[in-house]
T-cell receptor
Framework: KQEVTQIPAALSVPEGENLVLNCSFTDSAIYNLQWFRQDPGKGLTSLLLIQSSQREQTSGRLNASLDKSSGRSTLYIAASQPGDSATYLCAVNAGKSTFGDGTTLTVKP | DAGVTQSPTHLIKTRGQQVTLRCSPKSGHDTVSWYQQALGQGPQFIFQYYEEEERQRGNFPDRFSGHQFPNYSSELNVNALLLGDSALYLC??????????FGPGTRLTVL
């Protein structure tokens, strides 16, 4: 059974700081891994999708990496802004998707 | 493109009742997945529909059932509601193993 863990559960940083969010999974037989952000009470917004054959993906200030052999992915956020405050979720897709419980990020002005 | 839409936005039911939630996928997508999200937790996979058939199912009882129509829209039905069914229900659409896009969700409250 696939298990996905996200550490830390919560993170508070001052504006402008670079930060890394972690996602680990137990079964490396995956199709892809996707990072999302979720604002309180809202749906999920897709940030980045990494296919199993890829090592990283970049979009603006975001960079996600994937190491299937070690069962790890990281989401790097550069020059954080207050608008980045949200919960960040990773999902591992192997037919059915398994989510972690997320990291709640607060960026202080 | 309207993206993924879900209805209704909010719903209040009492224990033992039945509920139907609806989802319209993003244009060009043929696969719909449903998730249940409890407060403070990540979404839990309920099931996935493709070509009008249930292709994958998570660890949910048979009280949870679904349907996909020829236009790829989908319904989630929950029978004999329990207090523990109160959650945010999310629908996601994709094109097979590609990127999933989520709707805004339906907030179900069971009293």
């Amino acid at each position: 059974k696939q298990e996905v863990t996200q550490i830390p559960a919560a993170l508070s940083v001052p504006e402008g700081e670079n930060l890394v969010l972690n996602c680990s999974f137990t079964d490396s037989a995956i199709y892809n891994l996707q990072w999302f952000r979720q604002d309180p009470g809202k749906g999920l917004t897709s940030l980045l999708l990494i296919q199993s054959s890829q090592r990283e993906q970049t979009s603006g200030r975001l960079n996600a990496s994937l190491d299937k052999s070690s069962g790890r992915s990281t989401l790097y956020i550069a020059a954080s802004q207050p608008g980045d405050s949200a919960t960040y979720l990773c999902a591992v897709n192997a037919g059915k998707s398994t989510f972690g419980d997320g990291t709640t990020l607060t960026v202080k002005p | 493109d309207a993206g993924v839409t879900q209805s209704p936005t909010h719903l209040i039911k009492t224990r033992g009742q039945q509920v139907t939630l609806r989802c319209s996928p993003k244009s060009g997508h043929d696969t719909v997945s449903w998730y249940q999200q409890a407060l403070g937790q990540g979404p839990q996979f309920i099931f996935q529909y493709y070509e009008e058939e249930e292709r994958q199912r998570g660890n949910f009882p048979d009280r949870f059932s679904g349907h996909q129509f020829p236009n790829y829209s989908s319904e989630l039905n929950v029978n004999a509601l329990l207090l523990g069914d109160s959650a945010l229900y999310l629908c996601a659409s994709s094109s097979r193993r590609n990127e999933q896009f989520f709707g805004p969700g339906t907030r179900l409250t069971v009293l």
